[in-house]
Nanobody, 123 residues
Framework: QVQLVESGGGLVQAGGSLRLSCAAS????????MGWFRQAPGKEREFVAT????????YYVDSVKGRFTVSRDNAKNTVYLQMNSLKPEDTAVYYC????????????????WGKGTLVTVSS
């Protein structure tokens, strides 16, 4: 079992930055592909970013490319999502996800979810 706990969410003005963290416990994070999803009010949960086991490969949804950066520190069992140039449409609950399949862009491949952290971007 893996427990994931997100932190770092909050209220920020448009154009600002936030860094989300996801701390894992229970098993070593290096065994998992990690990712971030988000769910805006009234919308379905969507994929945001993913990073492979070693951190050498990342992939992003088009809407955040160039603004968000996913990274991981396996020694600290932590994954990060640096979010810059935030827009009001980035407002959502952000979820950390862990899976053992290469493709973590779909919810079906997620084995473990965090409980989420709320990001609110004001205009």
């Amino acid at each position: 079992q893996v427990q994931l706990v997100e932190s770092g969410g909050g209220l920020v003005q448009a154009g600002g930055s936030l860094r989300l963290s996801c701390a894992a416990s229970g098993r070593t994070l290096s065994s998992y592909v990690m990712g971030w999803f988000r769910q805006a009010p009234g919308k379905e949960r969507e994929f945001v970013a993913t990073i492979n086991w070693s951190g050498s490969k990342t992939y992003y949804v088009d809407s955040v490319k160039g603004r968000f950066t996913v990274s991981r520190d396996n020694a600290k069992n932590t994954v990060y999502l640096q979010m810059n140039s935030l827009k009001p449409e980035d407002t959502a609950v952000y979820y950390c996800a862990a899976g053992q399949r290469n493709d973590l862009t779909v919810s079906e491949n997620v084995n473990y979810w965090g409980k989420g952290t709320l990001v609110t971007v004001s205009s």
